[in-house]
C-alpha cells in the first residue's frame, strides 16, 4: 500500500521509545511523502535497526534516526554512538546467524537474524541496506527504498 514513510518511521520510533528508559529515541527528519511498499515489513525492518542500536550502545544513550529524500529514494538512517563493527567484519553482518563477538566487560544475546531478515526485505522491496561503523565509536544503518514516480 501507500503509506506516509516519515509517519510510518516516527510510529515504530514511538513505540520503541517505551521500551527504554535510558535511550533518548531523536528523530532528524526531512520530507520524504509516501511510498508504495509492505508497510509492516519496513516497520519490521526500522524496529530491528533501532533494537540493534539500543543493544549495542550500553554506555551511551542517543539514538539518532534521520529520514530523507535523495535521487527518488526514500532513505531512513538508525545511528548510534555504541561499540561500532570492526572493519574487517561489517561486510559479514548482514549474514545469517553472523554475530560479532562482545567485548570482554559484555556479552549481548541474540541470534544474529535481525540484520539478515531486515535485509531480505528490503531486497525484496526493490530496496538496498548498508553502514557506517567505526569500533568504538558507533554505527550507522541505513536502507533505500525507492520513491515510485506518481506518488498519490
Ligand atoms: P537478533 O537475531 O536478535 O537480531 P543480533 O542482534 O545478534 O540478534 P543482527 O541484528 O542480525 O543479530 O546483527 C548481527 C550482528 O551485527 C550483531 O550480533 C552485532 O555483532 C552486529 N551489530 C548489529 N547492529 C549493531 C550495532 N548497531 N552496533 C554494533 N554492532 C551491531
Ligand atoms: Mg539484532
Known sequence: VWFDFNQAVKETMDDLQHT??????VADFTETGHIYSDKDRISQV???????????????DQIIISTRLKNN????????????????????????FYR??????????????????????IKREGGRMWVNSVEGKGSTFCFALPVEGNEQ
Open 73 to 96: 529514494e526514500a532513505i531512513a538512517c538508525v545511528q548510534d554512538f555504541g561499540i561500532g563493527i570492526p572493519d574487517n567484519k561489517k561486510d559479514r553482518v548482514f549474514e545469517q
Open 46 to 60: 526500522i524496529t530491528n535497526l533501532i533494537t540493534n542500536a539500543i543493544k549495542y550502545s550500553p554506555h551511551t
Open 20 to 25: 527504554t528508559k535510558k535511550h533518548k529515541l
Open 100 to 121: 560479532v563477538s562482545g567485548d570482554k566487560q559484555h556479552t549481548f544475546p541474540g541470534l544474529g537474524l535481525g540484520l539478515y531478515i531486515s535485509s531480505e526485505i
